[in-house]
């Protein structure tokens, strides 16, 4: 047990003391946050340019209808042609001109939106939505219904459907759907990236160590079983840091960030919560301001989960999944000379991870079908899959056979990848098969 522990030491302070490690550990939770915020963020923000688009209207029913922005100015021509205006198009100084046909509101798909440069999507989609409104409202028109304005303002609803997690003593808790996929999805992928990461590191340390011939040196203190273990371990301690380290800095970044986007909005939250008070004759005072625009986003987004449970199953799975795979890359790592003879043996390996996360997918969508509680329960794709289910709600009884069957498959295939291990350690200058190494697993000495 001692030479076991001290293989762990050596393979953990190793690779802790890498500056890659270092840099990794610091920089992946802002590349987290900037990967999740950033694409939302840059699709909010409108284009600050001026963009002026002239407007042939041969109907006649949409001059001052179409709603301009600050940015998206319109221009009616009335007394020009098309074609006029095709050939004098880039003298015009216009970003783009719509030609609006007689037939438009029977017709919409007929206009055209005439430009030298591919327009951007920001001006098509404002086109055509205060182009589709102004149309639906002549439709409606047509009808001579009274005070149809006044009627269609009056019927236009924002339905947003709250969820609430009933508990067996019927205690109640906010809960909310969006929230709940995004920790199934991020806990599984992230599940899916560290076995494979890690346990191709674990392949690569001994096919490195064999290669250099060091192994030969090592096996003389220790059982080819023990070094087995000891990498093993040593980088599965590696990666449990490296996650935990991501979660403290991931949560710290998020209320740091929250923090400033409250300070920001609160002004004119309380303004305009004033303003509407006002309006009601509502007596408002700046506590209950405060209050109002102080609730918290992250628990309401977390939606009510037991985070004790869902960090205690990400460990769980996540060791035992890891040790389970990291036994199959070092058994192939043992097999073969070099990195390149590797593709062969690794294809079976990660198969099972490439379709846990198909599985993952769908599963997520439908937590208690068929399909996701049966790979839930296979030990090779457990590790993902039930991290999908486990945010929705899984019975205790499947959670208990899904890790004792884990727990077993690992014993099984740790014996297994260990008898592979010691044979393969000392063997050079022959690619071997999983029908080879089948045979080594039955060798009695």
């Known amino acids: 047990m001692n030479k076991i522990l001290l293989i762990i030491e050596r393979e953990f302070m ?263 008070a006002q309006q009601q004759n509502i007596p408002v005072n700046a506590n209950t301001t405060e209050k109002s625009t102080s609730s918290n986003d992250i628990l309401k987004f977390v939606g009510g989960q037991n985070i004790i449970l869902i960090l205690g199953s990400f460990i769980f799975y996540f060791l035992f999944g890891f040790l389970l795979y990291a036994a199959l890359f070092a058994a192939v790592g043992s097999a073969v000379d070099n990195t390149t003879d590797t593709q062969q043996l690794v294809m079976p390996i990660t198969l099972p991870l490439i379709l846990a996360i198909l599985v993952m997918i769908s599963g997520i969508k439908s937590p208690d079908g068929p399909i996701a509680f049966w790979f839930s329960m296979i030990p090779f794709t457990s590790p993902i899959v039930m991290l999908a289910r486990i945010p929705f709600g899984v019975p205790t009884w499947q959670l208990i056979t899904s890790g004792a069957l884990l727990v077993i498959t690992f014993v099984i295939v740790t014996w297994m990848a260990a008898k592979i291990y010691r044979t393969g350690i000392l063997l050079y200058g022959k690619k071997y098969t999983w029908k080879e190494m089948w045979k080594w697993v039955r060798y009695k000495n």
């Open 14 to 276: 190793t690779r802790v003391r890498k500056k890659s490690f270092i840099v990794m550990t610091l920089l992946t939770p802002i590349l987290f946050a900037a990967l999740m915020v950033g694409p939302s963020l840059l699709a909010t923000m409108e284009s600050t340019e001026l963009t002026k688009i002239a407007v042939i209207d041969d109907s006649k029913q949409f001059e001052g209808k179409i709603a301009e922005t600050d940015y998206i100015k319109l221009n009616f021509i009335n007394n020009e042609s098309p074609e006029v205006l095709k050939k004098t198009f880039k003298e015009s100084g216009y970003y783009a001109f719509l030609h609006i046909n007689k037939t438009a509101i029977a017709n919409p798909d007929s206009m055209i939106l005439y430009s030298d440069k591919q327009p951007s999507i920001d001006v098509v989609e404002h086109l055509s939505n205060a182009i589709e409104k102004e149309i639906e409202t002549q439709k409606l028109k047509a009808y001579k219904i009274e005070n149809i304005d006044e009627i269609m303002k009056s019927i236009k609803t924002k339905v947003d459907v709250r969820t609430i997690k009933l508990s067996k003593d019927g205690e109640e808790k906010e809960s909310n759907t969006f929230g709940t996929m995004a920790i199934a999805y991020i806990m599984s992928f992230m599940m899916y990236m560290m076995v494979l990461l890690f346990g191709t590191q674990v392949m690569q340390g001994v096919i490195e160590e064999k290669t250099n011939r060091v192994v030969e040196v090592i096996i003389s203190s220790v059982k080819p079983f023990q070094l087995m273990m000891g990498k093993i371990l040593g980088i599965a301690a590696v990666c449990l840091v490296q996650i935990l380290a991501w979660i403290v800095l991931t949560y710290t970044i998020g209320n740091v960030a929250v923090a400033v986007i409250k300070d920001k909005s609160a002004p004119a939250k309380t303004e305009q919560v004033q303003q509407m």
